[in-house]
């Protein structure tokens, strides 16, 4: 499954949630609190050096700087994004 670090006050984070939701990719939810500054820790700048929200991570290693055909290759081997594909979508055809 696919988490997504994401902060309700995001306006970022927002856009990817509608995203996910509108394609119904499951996805769970851990909340960065912007307003205490957890993007900034430590161990949330292990999930993103950038230390911003939104990050999502899969279940699968795709190291610090992926490249775009590691990207592509998990997106494929994903059963969300197989969910999410045009042809599954409940007003294909
Ligand atoms: N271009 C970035 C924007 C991310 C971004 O600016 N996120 C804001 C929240 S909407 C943030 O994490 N701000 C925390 C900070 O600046 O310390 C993206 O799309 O991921």
């Not at 851990?30 to 500054?37: C, I, M, P, R």
């Not at 990050?55 to 610090?64: E, T």
């Not at 969300?80 to 979508?89: D, S």
């Amino acid at each position: 499954m696919l988490e997504l670090y994401s902060y309700y006050r995001s306006s970022a984070a927002y856009r990817v949630r509608i995203g996910l939701n509108y394609k119904a990719v499951d996805y769970r939810q851990t909340a960065v609190n912007l307003l205490a500054n957890e993007q900034q820790s430590d161990r949330y700048r292990q999930i993103n050096p950038q230390g911003l929200v939104p990050a999502l991570r899969f279940n699968q290693d795709m190291g610090a700087y992926p490249k775009i055909m590691a990207v592509y290759n998990t997106c494929n081997g994903c059963a969300a994004f197989a969910a999410a594909a045009p042809e599954a979508q409940p007003d294909a055809g």
